[in-house]
Each structure stands twice: as structure tokens, then as C-alpha cells.
């Protein structure tokens, strides 16, 4: 089971994974305001769920500015892709610049993960894969029972995650979306890291950036 919230001024999807054990994961905490983080902890509270892991699709502001409070809430690392370690130190000269405030940052403890690593709560796993062309570091999470992959920001409804920024690379990003997210079955629903949600069937069929 999944639940999407939309944060911050940026709109970035944050997910809370969880099943029938009441164990759940968080990816891409997202949370900017009081309001925000009470909306998750609400959330989590009233469905009597355990926080297992805090996951990170990439190393963007955008989707990392909330991790630092949830960690220490929590009392967890962020997981992360290694590369990711790269695109760290220019986190607070991101924030700066995009209006974002980052608590707790500076306390953050890291656990870098790759294809190896599998991630589990409950009955549940979720496989990893090693997606860069957004950003270097950038992973997907695969549930292959629920039939759902989260994106982060390597793919979106009808388009692709923007690749101008530093470490993005357009023919790198192609090539993660046909050799990671096109060899899932076509039903897979990908949630992604802004927007609504999509088909790899669909993309495949449709977006005008990968055909």
C-alpha cells in the first residue's frame, strides 16, 4: 500500500509505503512547514505504522530538505545512493537559492545503498535500482508484488526529469528509464516524484522523450 503527499512550494511527492504489518517506508520526505511534517506524523500516528526506513531518490533540495527532521524523529539514517555523496555539500547553497529551509541537516547520519540492497518492512521488499541522468545518485524503488516503482524524477507523465542541472546528462537518463523502468511489466504503476501517476505501459506507448 502507498500514500502520496504533495510538499513543499515545489510540489514534490512524498510516499509512505506500508502493509498489513504496519511497518512502513518513507521516501522523498519532502516536508517545509510545521503543517507538513504534522500532516506525516498524523498520518503515520493514526494508522499505528512503524517507520522502518527514510529513502532518498536523489539528492535534490527539493526532495531531501525534510529528511533532516524526519531522521531525527524517527531515529534512522538517510538511505541513499553512494554517488549522492557527490551532490551533498551544495545542499544548503540549493536551499539558499530555492527558498528552502533544511532542519537538522548538519546531524544527519547517511547509509549509501545500491542494486544490491533490499529494502524490507513488514512482508513487503523493495528492489533498488541505480537510475542516474536527473542527477547523479539517483535510484528507483521497485515493489514487484504491489506492482508499483517510484520514479523520483527520472520519469514523469508524458515527459522526463529535467537534465541542465549539475551531473543531469540527457543520453544517460534514456538509457536508466529503457534498461530500469521499460523492462518492468507494463501495469507497473510509477509514482513519481511530481505529478500524478502513470503506466510504464503508457509511457512506453506515449511519451514523446523516450519513444
Keep these: 500500500m502507498i500514500k502520496v503527499f504533495a510538499f513543499n512550494h515545489y510540489q514534490v511527492n512524498c510516499s509512505v509505503l506500508f502493509d498489513e504489518k504496519k511497518q512502513c517506508v518513507i521516501v522523498d520526505c519532502s516536508c517545509q512547514s510545521e503543517n507538513e511534517k504534522?500532516?506525516?506524523?498524523?498520518?503515520?500516528?493514526?494508522?499505528?505504522?512503524?517507520?522502518?526506513?527514510?529513502?532518498l531518490t536523489h539528492p535534490h533540495v527539493d526532495h531531501i530538505c525534510g529528511a533532516g527532521w524526519?531522521?531525527?524523529?524517527?531515529s534512522l539514517p538517510l538511505l541513499l545512493g553512494a554517488d549522492s555523496k557527490i551532490m551533498l555539500p551544495s545542499i544548503q547553497e540549493q536551499a539558499s537559492m530555492m527558498g528552502f529551509y533544511i532542519d537538522n541537516f548538519e546531524d544527519l547520519k547517511f547509509e549509501y545503498i545500491d542494486e544490491k540492497?533490499?529494502?524490507?518492512?513488514?512482508?513487503s521488499t523493495l528492489r533498488v535500482f541505480?537510475?542516474?541522468?536527473?542527477c547523479i545518485g539517483s535510484l528507483c524503488f521497485y515493489n514487484e508484488k504491489e506492482k508499483f516503482v517510484l520514479t523520483g524524477d527520472l520519469l514523469f507523465k508524458?515527459?522526463?526529469?529535467?537534465?541542465?542541472?549539475?551531473?543531469?546528462?540527457?543520453?544517460?537518463?534514456?538509457?536508466?528509464?529503457k534498461e530500469n523502468l521499460f523492462t518492468l511489466p507494463n501495469e507497473t504503476?510509477?509514482?513519481c516524484g511530481h505529478g500524478p501517476n502513470t503506466t510504464i505501459g503508457y509511457?512506453?506507448?506515449?511519451n514523446p522523450f523516450v519513444i
Excluded: M, W
Design 38 to 55: 504534522k500532516v506525516l506524523l498524523n498520518f503515520i500516528e493514526e494508522n499505528s505504522l512503524k517507520v522502518k526506513h527514510i529513502l
Design 70 to 74: 524526519a531522521c531525527k524523529e524517527f
Design 117 to 123: 540492497t533490499k529494502i524490507l518492512y513488514g512482508d
Design 130 to 134: 541505480s537510475s542516474p541522468g536527473h
Design 158 to 177: 508524458d515527459s522526463v526529469g529535467r537534465t541542465d542541472l549539475p551531473t543531469g546528462n540527457y543520453d544517460l537518463l534514456v538509457k536508466s528509464i
Design 189 to 191: 504503476i510509477c509514482v
Design 203 to 206: 509511457e512506453k506507448e506515449n
